[in-house]
């Protein structure tokens, strides 16, 4: 199964942070990634797919990128809406497997 | 505007059955691969099980595969997963999510609640 190792597990940040969040696959993936926004008592929203593309209606703020095995989303600017969890999921191969999550909190 | 509303959650002893069903509106239902996602209390996502469009194939990870099955039922445009032998370790609260093809997991409903329990 490809392991995807998400890091960091928490981040304590400020608002107008940039904020980086990494999934690393333990095999190739290619580009089916995507990065997933929660809220307390929310479902998962889809914030990125094809590890690079912004789903409709996420804030340009949002970024995907992708080096080598490590995928990132990045968070410009950093809004107090946009703290939250966050997971990567892998969708090339089953089984599918998510990342183990990022809280971010705020200082 | 698509929609995907899960029902049949609930508490359920250890080695009993629950049925989850998933009614999906605002797309064409029999065009998408359809898949379950669960997530334990205060824990991570894990994806369940998928199912192709035509309901042909379907998918699951070691932890549920021969406890769990995944069916559709594209005239009433909805998705189940009948879940037998529950353990305490597959409470959680499951998600309903759409395949949107090239682009991952696009959709998801509400979840509902599943507690095993004696």
């Known amino acids: 199964d490809i392991q995807m190792t998400q890091s960091p597990s928490s981040m304590s940040v400020s608002l107008g942070d940039t904020v980086t969040i990494t999934c690393r696959a333990s095999?190739?993936?290619?580009?089916?990634v995507n990065w997933f926004q929660q809220k307390p008592g929310k479902s998962p929203r889809r914030m990125i797919y094809?590890?690079?593309n912004l789903a409709d209606g996420v804030p340009s703020r949002f970024s995907g990128s992708r080096s080598g095995s490590d995928y990132s989303l990045t968070i410009s600017s950093l809004e107090s809406e946009d703290v939250a969890d966050y997971h990567c999921?892998?969708?090339?191969?089953?089984?599918?497997?998510f990342g183990g999550g990022t809280k971010l909190e705020l200082k | 505007e698509v929609q995907l509303v899960e029902t049949g959650g609930g508490l359920v002893q250890p080695g009993r059955s629950l049925k989850l069903s998933c009614v999906a509106s605002?797309?064409?239902?029999?065009?998408?691969?359809m898949s379950w996602t669960r997530q334990a209390p205060g824990k991570g996502l894990e994806w369940v099980a998928s199912i192709t469009n035509s309901g042909g194939s379907t998918y699951y990870p070691d932890s549920v595969k021969g406890r769990f099955t995944i069916s559709r039922d594209n005239a009433q445009n909805t998705l189940y997963l009948q879940m037998n032998s529950l353990r305490s370790e597959d409470t959680a609260t499951y998600y309903c999510?759409?395949?949107?093809?090239?682009?991952?997991?696009?959709?998801w409903g509400q979840g509902v609640m599943v507690t095993v329990s004696s």
């Open positions: 999510t759409r395949d949107g093809h090239t682009m991952g997991m696009d959709y």
């Open positions: 605002g797309f064409t239902f029999n065009n998408y691969w």
């Open positions: 999921l892998q969708y090339d191969e089953y089984p599918r497997t």
């Open positions: 095999q190739d993936v290619g580009i089916y």
């Open positions: 094809r590890a690079t």
